[in-house]
């Protein structure tokens, strides 16, 4: 089983020590590789040992946690970000979401919220293979992402749909054949492909209505639905990402 590798960044030392204390990352398949209290540092170590997830605090000196967000994106780097932060300005959100960040947490931060975070991290390394340029599939899984960008709206996808319509093959072979190319479940690929194309969408159109981004990415006429997502994913909700400038 594979272990996700998890740095801590804040300017608090009580903050890592409880951060670093409160849960048994063992238990979770993650094994803790350090906890420093700032950002420059932060990147030294991510140059040395690739982590898989950083939880990291908005508020530090010299680099704050967005600017170390951006930072490891311009080096290349794929790593999943938690962000801490005592603020609850929408603003921090807004910014952290618009930088991919798995959730956003107010300190003090408690242990269940913490792991709630740290599997939303884990699915979404998970569901998000690798570009192709870093990992080349089969033939057939190849397919299988292509159709995936084609059939975003089609409210009735599914890996069995793909299989039995498209592929004209066993959805149970082809699961297993997804999972073993990919690393993750089809599920959570799917979900990561709609989320990450509705937040482009809001992005890209200020005007546009949840409802038109819920048909867009395959949620039908069911935008509830597509908010309960989309807030676990990202933790804010559309209707706020959207609305607030």
């Not at 057939?140 to 996808?157: G, R, W």
């Not at 992005?203 to 989309?230: C, H, K, L, M």
């Amino acid at each position: 089983m594979k272990r996700y590798k998890v740095l801590i960044v804040d300017d608090e030392q009580v903050v890592r020590d409880g951060i670093s204390a409160c849960i048994t990352w063992e238990n979770y398949d993650l094994s803790l590789i350090g906890a420093t209290e700032n950002a420059v540092k932060a990147l030294d170590i991510i140059c040395g040992n690739s982590p898989d997830i950083v939880i990291t605090d908005i508020k530090m000196p010299v680099m704050d946690g967005l600017e170390l967000i951006r930072e490891t994106k311009n080096r290349g780097y794929r790593i999943c970000f938690i962000i801490m932060s005592g603020y609850s300005e929408f603003d921090y959100a807004r910014q952290a979401v618009k930088l991919g960040v798995a959730d956003y947490l107010i300190k003090p931060v408690r242990p269940q919220e913490l792991v709630a975070a740290l599997e939303t991290a884990k699915c979404r390394i998970s569901g998000e293979p690798l570009p192709s340029a870093e990992k080349h599939y089969s033939k057939t899984i190849t397919q299988v992402l292509a159709i995936v960008d084609e059939e975003l709206d089609n409210i009735d996808l599914s890996l069995k749909w793909i299989a039995v319509e498209r592929l004209f093959m066993d959805g149970n072979y082809l699961s297993k054949l997804f999972q073993k190319e990919t690393g993750g479940r089809f599920s959570n690929y799917l979900t990561a492909q709609r989320m990450e194309t509705a937040l482009k969408l809001f992005r890209r159109n200020d005007e546009i209505t949840v409802n038109d981004v819920a048909e867009r990415v395959g949620f039908g006429q069911n935008p509830q639905y597509f908010s309960t997502v989309f807030k676990k994913y990202f933790g804010v909700s559309p209707s706020n990402f959207y609305k607030i400038p």
